[in-house]
């Protein structure tokens, strides 16, 4: 294929692959199945890989991500991004209406939308094609996040069309759906539990709190990649240019749906005050049936010239207000206390409550996170408890109602021992959290270390979901990961697994594992025996020893039978590993029936040791030395940070005294090149490296 030839076919593919996002993400009807769509993505791919120089900018595999922003731009709004005023009750929308009707008369319309409860964002297009996204910031300069809202389906590279302005801003917001917030939760969860080093406590206080803060935390992540991980969507809402595009916002709000813009369909035109009151009304009732967040409803002016008439005050616009709804409250009874012991040990007390409606979902459970918070809640058997959700996912007790309190009930105490094993439990000095220390005969603790060395980032067999090792476990199957390498397809075949998926309080729904389901759990097994040494390491779910310590501890050692003659003194003296991770290490190593789990793995042929990569020979050319690659350069970046590790040089994640070579390619932020430059870093090029390794 010639490049006139590449030229056309990636113009043709660019146009092809728009269209079907716009009509899977915008009017949420897709016209090509998942396995076409991904064979055009990854022509489009090959081709601009082939062609690296003909890749349009908005190019949708941009939309993947892979930039790295250190520092983020800050940009000043060509139009002030002002906040509106606030009101929570019917007088004061009133207030509002009559101050309108004072200054401009009665003869105007409302526009009623839903105020999202999530990130907002300014989108600058020039004929067309996005060319900039920035943070509100302080209302009069943001943060340029332009490489970070490509990743989001949902925003065009290109308009539709050729009706609109030829340089305008559009404003909206970013947020992110609640299923996704609750699977992406879970899962960060998950990765602090398997770094070991944080209690309960610490990691309830590190977890997203709801789908707001997370939106907000992923749209300010440095590597567009990561971002584009998290899978976050856009509605956009107010058009700014030098002339109106038309009379009304209603209008506007069409236009800008036709040019390719997801627009909300939860907009609508009230004619008066009690029209926008029904409105209000209506969402606060039915917002939960939403798949995301709302905080309120928005009512603007509907004609623009009577918004010019009418004007800003220093912070807020006069024509248009926010009404907040209230956070989401319950009553309800407290009937008992239960407790969770999680894979680490850790005991996680439940309040069971009476069922009750709470923002669209039947509460039977809210956490009670630790000892300390049931003695500051000062709670008694069958309480009357007030439960919030406000706008986080799981609700919480916020208060008792002391008045209703029978003057006989018996104040609850924190168990003292493990409500599965018995044993007794124990709480660390400093911390909040108590432990049950029966490590390897708890079975919450044994099934939750199966489920870890089966996960995504460990042995990666995706066809072993927790319910099903917790069914196996339960029916004696397996008793630890290693047992799940002498499993056979006649064992599990239409065995029953209980589901998560309640029938009433006492029973939940089963399943039966069908033969596709028992293939695939079969060959998943087969399969993770290819997964690399240092994954297997960290799948062992030994305390503290998370993917990057693994990674160092598999390096350094490059085979299991090395990490378990280590002393601890040996393992310490490792950068960046510590006198901590080598006790758990060791202490792991010493119990004879890890060490014996370990002989059962190697016999079942997993990867227990390094292996070099065909076509890499290690060295000790670099051994001491810090790199830093920035920029774009002719091999990836990610090659030349293999290229350092496996000629014995460390890879560091910025800029600072204990960085010895910058290696600057196209493209580096000069930020970075100057901070650098100060610090007298040594600063070379792609091919100056090379020839260090010669």
């Known amino acids: 294929m010639n490049e006139l030839e590449a030229k056309i076919m990636i113009d043709e593919l660019c146009n092809q692959i728009e269209k079907h996002n716009y009509n899977y993400y915008t009017l949420s009807n897709a016209t090509i199945s998942d396995l076409a769509f991904d064979k055009l993505l990854n022509q489009l791919i090959a081709l601009e890989k082939q062609f690296p120089h003909l890749q349009n900018p908005n190019s949708p595999t941009l939309k993947v991500g892979g930039s790295i922003t250190k520092d983020f731009t800050t940009v000043k709004h060509k139009y002030p991004m002002l906040s509106l005023g606030n009101t929570y009750n019917e007088e004061d929308l009133r207030d509002f209406d009559d101050r309108i009707k004072k200054s401009i008369g009665e003869d105007f319309e409302y526009v009623c939308e839903l105020k999202f409860d999530g990130l907002a964002i300014s989108l600058s297009y020039e004929n067309g094609v996005l060319v900039r996204a920035v943070t509100r910031g302080d209302g009069t300069q943001g943060d340029d996040v332009t490489n970070n809202v490509k990743t989001i389906q949902s925003i065009p590279h290109q308009l539709k069309g050729n009706n609109y302005p030829a340089s305008f801003e559009i404003r909206g917001e970013v947020f992110m759906h609640k299923k996704t917030f609750e699977k992406l939760n879970a899962e960060y969860r998950k990765e602090l539990e398997d770094k070991e080093i944080y209690t309960e406590t610490q990691i309830l206080e590190k977890l997203y709190k709801n789908p707001r803060n997370f939106a907000s935390g992923t749209l300010k992540m440095q590597d567009s990649s990561e971002v584009a991980k998290r899978p976050l969507d856009a509605f956009l809402y107010f058009l700014n240019a030098e002339n109106n595009v038309s009379e009304t916002h209603f209008e506007s709000l069409k236009l800008a749906a036709s040019w390719g813009f997801q627009v909300s369909d939860h907009y609508k035109l009230c004619k008066n005050i009690d029209a926008v009151i029904d409105f209000i009304k209506f969402y606060e009732t039915n917002r939960h049936d939403l798949s995301y967040e709302i905080d309120g409803i928005v009512l603007k002016v509907n004609n623009y010239l009577q918004q010019e008439d009418l004007g800003f005050t220093a912070k807020n616009p006069r024509w248009a207000i926010s009404y907040k709804y209230k956070a989401a409250t319950a009553v309800t009874v407290l009937e008992k206390v239960t407790y969770q012991v999680g894979r680490t040990g850790a005991i996680t007390p439940v309040a069971n409550l009476k069922p009750v409606q709470l923002a669209g979902t039947t509460v039977k459970r809210a956490s009670l996170y630790n000892a300390d918070e049931i003695e500051r809640l000062d709670l008694h058997e069958n309480d009357t408890v007030f439960v919030e959700k406000g706008g986080e996912i799981i609700p919480k007790i916020v208060g008792v109602d002391l008045e209703n309190r029978n003057a006989h009930a018996?104040?609850?105490?924190?168990?003292?021992?493990?409500?599965?094993?018995?044993?007794?439990?124990?709480?660390?000095?400093?911390?909040?959290?108590?432990?049950?220390?029966?490590?390897?005969?708890?079975?919450?603790?044994?099934?939750?270390?199966?489920?870890?060395?089966?996960?995504?980032?460990?042995?990666?067999?995706?066809?072993?979901?927790?319910?099903?090792?917790?069914?196996?476990?339960?029916?004696?199957?397996?008793?630890?990961?290693?047992?799940?390498?002498?499993?056979?397809?006649?064992?599990?075949?239409?065995?029953?697994?209980e589901t998560n998926e309640e029938i009433d309080d006492n029973k939940s729904k089963k399943r039966s594992i069908k033969e596709k389901s028992a293939q695939n759990i079969i060959e998943g097994i087969q399969a993770s025996k290819a997964i690399p040494f240092e994954r297997v390491l960290f799948a062992l779910g030994i305390r503290m020893i998370g993917e990057t310590v693994a990674k160092k501890l598999a390096k350094h050692f490059q085979n299991i039978d090395n990490i378990i003659a280590a002393s601890k003194e040996q393992i310490g003296e490792i950068y960046e590993i510590g006198d901590k991770i080598a006790e758990q290490l060791t202490q792991f190593f010493s119990d004879l029936e890890n060490v014996k789990m370990i002989e059962m793995l190697k016999q079942h042929g997993l990867k227990l040791a390094i292996e070099e990569e065909e076509g890499l020979e290690r060295s000790n050319k670099l051994e001491g030395k810090t790199f830093l690659v920035s920029g774009t350069f002719q091999m990836s970046r990610d090659d030349l940070k293999k290229m350092i590790e496996v000629n014995g040089g460390r890879n560091i994640a910025g800029v600072s005294k204990n960085l010895n070579y910058l290696i600057a390619g196209d493209k580096m932020g000069p930020e970075k090149l100057k901070k650098a430059t100060d610090l007298n870093i040594n600063i070379i090029n792609e091919q100056d490296f090379l020839n260090m390794i010669k």
């Open 410 to 497: 018996i104040k609850i105490v924190y168990q003292s021992i493990c409500p599965e094993c018995k044993t007794e439990l124990v709480r660390k000095e400093g911390e909040v959290i108590h432990y049950c220390p029966n490590v390897n005969y708890c079975p919450p603790q044994i099934i939750g270390a199966i489920e870890h060395f089966v996960s995504r980032r460990a042995m990666n067999i995706d066809s072993l979901g927790g319910e099903t090792v917790a069914a196996f476990y339960k029916l004696g199957l397996i008793k630890t990961y290693a047992d799940l390498y002498d499993l056979k397809y006649e064992q599990i075949l239409n065995l029953s697994v």
